[in-house]
């Protein structure tokens, strides 16, 4: 009897062993599927005139159109908290929380046209004609109209240090430092018009016509003029890995390695008009004219063109992190 219960209890524990063996295989197995198919992808979407919406997930060597859900402009991207908001005319507002692959409307609190797009500390930003200034703190599925200490047209708006600013026409600067809820106007040193402003190594870049800089080194309180290689207009700036590059009308491409303190122009492979860059993966993309798309792997030293697949107008461009 002794035996037989010695023999039962080894044939147990060796079933257990497999049974448990059997389970971590199982478990590795479900683990490896799970992780092959998360895709995040970084991506590059740009949008333009009527229905364009273009998107790139290789770094932006190649893009493809997708569909959109207006026929209305877009003139502005913003990316944040997982989710691509682009703002456009009479007020147009589209969101796309599967980076990019679709967009879908947002009821918009505005008719005016809105041309530029910003996120900041879990807050988008759209501006626009009439010093418009809209907000949403709910990812983009929303908006409200704030009230703007403006009634000029603004065309970009920028965040860093807990400070949102936004740059327009006769080089309007305004400024909020609660998270989008209020703004106050900034002295300018320009009255030319401002069209995009970037942020930076504690440092807001603005750019606009005649080839006009301006700068901040005390978050957006103060700006001074910086001096430029150029008298193009420039419709967009960004910064990546301790660079600011702005783009404008005939293919000028500018670069600033000192925190914008000065700027050179970079040999462009295009003479069509860039209206706005960003910057991912250590990459900047530019968008123009008929569909132009150029691209910098090398810290915008040199750029290339790359095939687009419109040759519609592109007016903004936007990184998901």
Do not use: Q
């Amino acid at each position: 009897m002794k035996h037989l219960l010695i023999i039962l209890s080894l044939f147990l524990f060796s079933f257990t062993v497999i049974s448990c063996s059997d389970e971590k295989e199982e478990s590795t197995e479900n683990s490896g599927t799970t992780t092959n198919t998360v895709d995040d992808t970084t991506k590059f979407v740009g949008v333009g005139e009527s229905v364009t919406i273009v998107r790139s997930t290789d770094n932006g060597s190649s893009f493809d159109n997708v569909t959109s859900p207006t026929s209305n402009h877009l003139w502005g991207v913003g990316f944040g908290n997982n989710t691509f908001v682009g703002v456009g005319t009479s007020g147009t507002i589209v969101r796309s929380t599967d980076n990019g692959s679709s967009f879908s409307t947002v009821t918009s609190p505005t008719s005016n046209d809105l041309r530029g797009v910003g996120f900041g500390n879990n807050t988008f930003l759209g501006v626009g004609t009439s010093g418009t200034i809209v907000r949403s703190t709910d990812n983009g599925s929303s908006f409200d109209n704030v009230t703007s200490p403006t009634s000029t047209t603004l065309w970009g708006v920028g965040f860093g240090n807990n400070t949102f600013v936004a740059v327009g026409e006769s080089g309007a600067i305004v400024r909020s430092t609660d998270n989008g809820s209020s703004f106050d106007n900034v002295t300018s040193p320009t009255a030319n018009s401002l069209y995009d402003v970037g942020f930076g190594n504690n440092t807001f870049v603005a750019v606009g016509t005649s080839g006009t800089i301006v700068r901040s080194t005390d978050n957006g309180a103060s700006f001074n003029t910086v001096t430029s290689p150029i008298s193009t207009t420039l419709w967009g700036v960004t910064f990546g890995n301790n660079t600011f590059l702005g783009v404008g009308n005939s293919g000028t491409i500018l670069r600033s390695t000192d925190n914008g303190s000065s700027f050179d122009n970079v040999t462009s492979p295009t003479s069509t008009t860039l209206w706005g860059v960003t910057f991912g993966n250590n990459t900047f993309v530019g968008v123009g004219n008929s569909g132009t798309i150029v691209r910098s792997t090398d810290n915008g030293s040199s750029f290339s063109t790359v095939t687009s697949p419109t040759s519609n107008f592109l007016w903004g461009v936007g990184f998901s992190e």
